[in-house]
């Protein structure tokens, strides 16, 4: 498995959505993957995600902690979504992905694979910060 | 405490950031596994894949070969030194292996990284196999 991290399409449609006010969702959630995770990919979707959703106490998707702006370039281009996952049981996670704020979420908006396989055990925590933002290049 | 030492006094351990070179939404990401009594025992960062070139000269393309060949072992790299963290759980190892500080910033740093990591004993005591004097 290679580190990566990508936005995704899916995504990319919600927060056009929610810009135009259109039926959407905050992105609110976060899931931890388990499984060989190859490589994130812009056509992942909540479904299809790069890896298996994992299940497993303390890695279910669920609330993440916080979901704020931050600065990169431009006061507030940036959403940073924060939370540690506290391992109910063991398990070996590969990634995570940050969701929209269903009940049951749809929308994926982005994920990361993990350099290695983090293998952790009851109690462990495995802090994670994801970081999209909205850029003005070149 | 156990064989390795709590990481104390760096204020924020999540640091990475978005790529600049396009328009659109870019992401990026950390990841700090503890155990249960609060112990380091890894930290991950995204790495930025290299821009593409933005002009066909050769010192253009030659420098893009040059970026993703650093990158691809930057990423080996770091996938070899958290399976080696997550594997020495525990275990007192050099804490650039944990926190991945400082990570190697061009192709000489990179190569030298990797074979560093795959020598046993040049990561056990500290020293670079290419720099025979002790060289870290």
Same mark, same amino acid.
């Given at each position: 498995?290679?580190?990566?991290?990508?936005?995704?399409? %899916?995504?990319?449609?919600?927060?056009?959505?929610? &810009?135009?006010?259109?039926?959407?969702?905050?992105?609110?959630?976060?899931?931890?993957?388990?499984?060989?995770?190859?490589?994130?990919?812009?056509?992942?979707?909540?479904?299809?995600?790069? @890896?298996?959703?994992?299940?497993?106490?303390? $890695? @279910?998707?669920?609330?993440?902690?916080?979901?704020?702006?931050?600065?990169?370039?431009?006061?507030?281009?940036?959403?940073?979504?924060?939370? &540690?996952?506290?391992?109910?049981?063991?398990?070996?996670?590969?990634? $995570?992905?940050?969701?929209?704020?269903?009940?049951?979420?749809?929308?994926?908006?982005?994920?990361?694979? $993990?350099?290695?396989?983090?293998?952790?055990?009851?109690?462990?925590?495995?802090?994670? %910060?994801?970081?999209?933002? %909205?850029?003005?290049?070149? | 405490?156990? =064989?390795?030492?709590?990481?104390?006094?760096?204020?924020?351990?999540?640091?990475?950031?978005? =790529?600049?070179?396009?328009?659109?939404?870019?992401?990026?990401?950390? *990841?700090?596994?503890?155990?249960?009594?609060?112990?380091?025992?890894?930290?991950?960062?995204?790495?930025?894949?290299?821009?593409?070139?933005?002009?066909?000269?050769?010192?253009?393309?030659?420098?893009?070969?040059?970026?993703?060949?650093?990158?691809?072992?930057?990423?080996?790299?770091? *996938?070899?030194?958290?399976?080696?963290?997550?594997?020495?759980?525990?275990?007192?190892?050099?804490?650039?292996?944990?926190?991945?500080?400082?990570?190697?910033?061009?192709?000489?740093?990179?190569?030298?990284?990797?074979?560093?990591?795959?020598?046993?004993?040049?990561?056990?005591?500290?020293?670079?196999?290419?720099?025979?004097? =002790?060289?870290?």
């Amino acid at each position: 498995m290679s580190q990566s991290q990508k936005p995704t399409r %899916q995504g990319y449609a919600e927060t056009a959505k929610l &810009v135009a006010g259109e039926a959407a969702t905050k992105c609110a959630k976060i899931v931890a993957y388990e499984g060989d995770c190859a490589a994130a990919s812009e056509a992942s979707t909540y479904a299809t995600p790069a @890896a298996t959703k994992s299940t497993k106490s303390g $890695f @279910a998707v669920g609330a993440a902690n916080t979901v704020i702006t931050v600065t990169t370039s431009f006061s507030n281009d940036t959403v940073q979504v924060d939370h &540690v996952f506290t391992a109910g049981e063991a398990a070996t996670i590969t990634g $995570f992905g940050v969701c929209n704020n269903e009940a049951t979420p749809d929308v994926l908006f982005a994920e990361c694979c $993990f350099a290695a396989g983090i293998p952790l055990e009851t109690a462990e925590t495995l802090a994670v %910060q994801m970081k999209m933002m %909205q850029k003005l290049g070149s | 405490m156990r =064989g390795y030492r709590r990481i104390k006094g760096k204020k924020n351990m999540m640091e990475h950031s978005v =790529g600049q070179a396009t328009t659109g939404q870019g992401a990026s990401f950390a *990841a700090v596994h503890r155990d249960k009594d609060g112990g380091l025992i890894v930290i991950m960062n995204s790495v930025e894949a290299p821009a593409p070139p933005k002009c066909i000269r050769p010192g253009c393309l030659l420098k893009y070969v040059i970026d993703t060949l650093t990158y691809a072992l930057v990423l080996s790299y770091h *996938a070899r030194r958290v399976a080696y963290a997550e594997k020495n759980k525990g275990k007192k190892i050099l804490q650039r292996y944990r926190t991945g500080e400082p990570s190697p910033k061009n192709l000489w740093q990179a190569i030298h990284a990797n074979i560093k990591l795959k020598c046993p004993v040049c990561r056990r005591y500290d020293v670079d196999p290419l720099l025979f004097a =002790g060289g870290k």
